[in-house]
């Protein structure tokens, strides 16, 4: 079961560079604050790529001409580690990711 939207807090985020960069993330499960914790885009990066993965693999069976996947994510909070969640895309601002193949 997920929160009201309202229980997000920005928090600061190590990207696999070392560059840190902040987001917005959902605390689940009443999560304590995180705001000065320093969370790892590792998983974040495992996921998009295993999405990817999947895809591909796919893609590669039907060889379409061109294929554009958008997989909306949105971040949260979870046991203290940066998670994802694959979210219904809407208004709500969440990471969009465009991913091409031309044949």
């Known amino acids: 079961m997920r929160p009201s939207p309202d229980l997000t807090e920005i928090v600061t985020v190590k990207l696999p560079n070392g560059k840190k960069v902040k987001v917005e993330a959902t605390l689940l499960r009443g999560e304590e604050e995180v705001a000065s914790k320093i969370l790892s885009f590792k998983d974040v990066s495992d996921v998009i790529e295993g999405v990817a993965e999947a895809l591909t693999t ?11 996947i ?3 994510l ?3 909070v979870e046991s203290g580690e940066l ?3 694959i979210v219904k895309g809407s208004s709500k601002a969440n990471l969009e990711i465009v991913l091409e193949w031309e044949k």
């Open 58 to 68: 796919s893609l590669q069976r039907i060889q379409p001409n061109k294929a554009t």
């Open 70 to 72: 958008k997989l909306a």
């Open 74 to 76: 949105e971040l949260a």
């Open 83 to 85: 998670t994802t969640l």
